[in-house]
């Protein structure tokens, strides 16, 4: 009996200790399987942040809840996950910390903002099929070239090759970049379907003006046109008005010029006769440039703005209502005639606001310009406008429903102010339509300062000169030929610009911080310093009289590199944020890691 007691007993023990062991067992066997289940939701999250990344660069925090648990993608454009500095300002990390109850796994990817064959210093497809053998300026870093190298260029990395000669046979060499070029087709589409040319009327200070009829006004109005003087006259040159007669000083109103130089005159006539006349405090406009006028009365006050800048209000003029359904002229005002040339004439039977005035100065047309009700163009509140386009005959039309259509005495058919070039002035993208300056045919960027975000495209030839300021985030693009000469292209690699040129691209004595995409014949670079990448699919491609690339060059064809002070360097890339540049961006291989 006892024998058998002492057996149950250790039995029982034995029974005790094993069901704790399968209890244990079965623990961690959970917890393995919630590992495996949070580890599989942190890869999710991975593929989440990197869809997010791939078309526009944006670099979003990414979360979302899936099978129990929660995850968070989360991009740092600076360091990896143990904060130690990224070596490129094109690469990203992305972390992923996924959670299930208390299990918690942390993934990170490191991608870069440009394909593959960006890696390295000079890319060369060589689809000309020459050896590459340059003989003066160096590339420093790692070099493919699709052929043979015959001679060392490369200073310090890697020379790779298809061959073998010259070089270091690579087996896989990465694809040229696939270049999506739908955004760049896009809009050279809607640049071609612009008018290919825009007018504007010349008026000789003698006896040109336009009639172009009666139409009721009420006791609030606004006035606009833009002007370009031959002359700055010392007389009461009038560029719009409403008077009863060519000749009468009764109306409702007259804009010009003042007696003095330079200086801006807005007449309003309360009770038909007796003039407010508001004038500018000094000179406001000189010869040979063109300037947007507008002078706006609201019952109150008079006001005038050039150039989208509000310059003089006048006192309170005690709710005065000016009305009448006198002619409108263009040109002139009692009998003091305009010289230069006038464009975009419009009236609206309301006082715009200031930020309605300067969205009208900055999209060039009323038919652009939006006001806090809705489109200029479909608002009854613009009672006349003419846009000058005829560029033939004696008549200008108003594009509104009024038709108070004008018959042209003696002014003559002129380049308006949608011309093919820009000289000492100021663009802002953003203030315009969509952000996008779009013309039909060639484009002079001269002394030219272009600020972004947004897209500037001509369809045919782009030259930029003489210290015009291309600022961050721009898309230069053009069908035809671009020429940059004493230029800056973007403000620093993290602030770049974009250029993508159909035709051929030559860059003089300036300095490109971006991408330079050129599908024409030829790139050639001379006394230039880019900071960025370059691709290029002409067969001549040249850097000369000490230029440079710090960056990364991909070519279709092989380099020449002209002379000893040229070199191409590896260095950091845009990262692009929030750009379609038209390039997918790469995962950096081997750069998955959990921790």
């Not at 339509?433 to 484009?443: A, E, K, P, R, V």
Request: charged content about 10%; proline content about 3%.
């Amino acid at each position: 009996m006892a024998s058998t007691l002492g057996i149950f007993i250790l039995l029982s023990f034995f029974a005790f200790f094993l069901a704790r062991f399968a209890a244990t067992e079965t623990r961690s066997g959970a917890y393995h399987v919630m590992d495996i289940k949070a580890r599989n939701l942190a890869m999710t999250g991975l593929e989440h942040g990197m869809q997010s990344f791939k078309a526009y660069r944006n670099t979003a925090t990414v979360s979302g809840d899936f099978n129990t648990g929660i995850y968070e993608s989360a991009f740092d454009t600076l360091y990896t996950e143990n904060n130690t500095a990224l070596p490129y300002t094109n690469y990203i990390t992305i972390k992923s910390i996924a959670t299930i109850s208390d299990v918690e796994r942390n993934l990170r990817l490191i991608v870069s903002s440009m394909p593959e064959a960006f890696c390295f210093s000079y890319y060369g497809n060589n689809a000309g099929g020459v050896a590459f053998a340059e003989n003066t300026g160096a590339i420093a870093g790692d070099m493919y070239h699709n052929g043979d190298v015959n001679t060392n260029v490369v200073s310090s990395g890697t020379i790779y090759n298809s061959t073998g000669n010259g070089g270091t046979l690579l087996a896989s060499p990465p694809p040229l970049p696939a270049l999506s070029t739908i955004l760049y087709e896009e809009l050279h589409t809607a640049a071609a379907s612009l008018p290919t040319n825009d007018y504007a009327l010349n008026f000789d200070g003698n006896n040109d003006y336009v009639d172009a009829g009666s139409g009721s006004l009420g006791g609030s109005f606004t006035v606009s046109c833009w002007i370009k003087p031959a002359t700055i006259a010392t007389n009461w040159a009038g560029f719009v008005c409403k008077n009863e007669d060519k000749a009468s000083g009764e109306g409702v109103f007259w804009l010009g010029q003042h007696s003095t130089n330079g200086k801006v005159r807005f007449g309003v006539y309360l009770n038909g006769t007796n003039e407010s006349a508001l004038d500018t405090d000094g000179a406001v406009i000189s010869n040979g440039s063109w300037y947007h006028v507008a002078a706006t009365y609201d019952g109150h006050y008079q006001k005038i703005y050039i150039d989208g800048t509000l310059v003089k209000t006048s006192s309170d003029l005690n709710t005065a209502q000016p009305s009448g359904t006198s002619n409108y002229y263009i040109g002139l005002s009692t009998a003091a005639y305009f010289n230069g040339s006038i464009d975009e004439a419009a009236i609206w039977d309301e006082a715009l606001t200031a930020v309605e005035v300067l969205a009208l100065y900055n999209n060039g047309t009323p038919l652009n310009a939006i006001s806090n009700s809705g489109d200029y163009s479909s608002s009854s509140d613009l009672t006349s406008y003419w846009k000058f386009n005829e560029g033939t005959g004696t008549t200008i039309t108003d594009q509104t429903s009024n038709d108070n259509d004008g018959t042209i005495t003696g002014a003559t058919w002129t380049d308006g102010l949608q011309s093919t070039s820009y000289t000492n002035t100021t663009i802002n993208l953003s203030s315009l339509t969509n952000s996008q300056l779009l013309h039909n045919g060639n484009m002079t960027l001269t002394g030219t300062t272009v600020n972004g975000p947004g897209y500037l495209v001509a369809d045919g030839d782009l030259t930029i000169e003489s210290s015009s300021a291309i600022k961050r985030n721009v898309f230069l693009i053009c069908s035809g030929n671009l020429t940059l000469a004493s230029s800056t292209i973007g403000t620093g690699i993290r602030s770049p610009a974009i250029i993508y040129a159909k035709g051929t691209a030559s860059l003089s004595s300036s300095t490109v911080y971006g991408l330079i995409i050129v599908r024409g014949s030829s790139c050639t670079l001379n006394q230039t310093a880019v900071y960025g990448g370059i691709l290029n699919y002409g067969a001549t491609f040249s850097l000369d009289n000490t230029s440079s690339v710090t960056g990364s060059v991909v070519s279709n064809y092989s380099i020449d590199l002209i002379d000893a002070n040229s070199s191409i360097t590896k260095g950091s890339l845009p990262p692009f944020f929030g750009l379609d540049i038209g390039l997918n961006p790469m995962v950096v291989p081997g750069s998955y890691l959990e921790y």
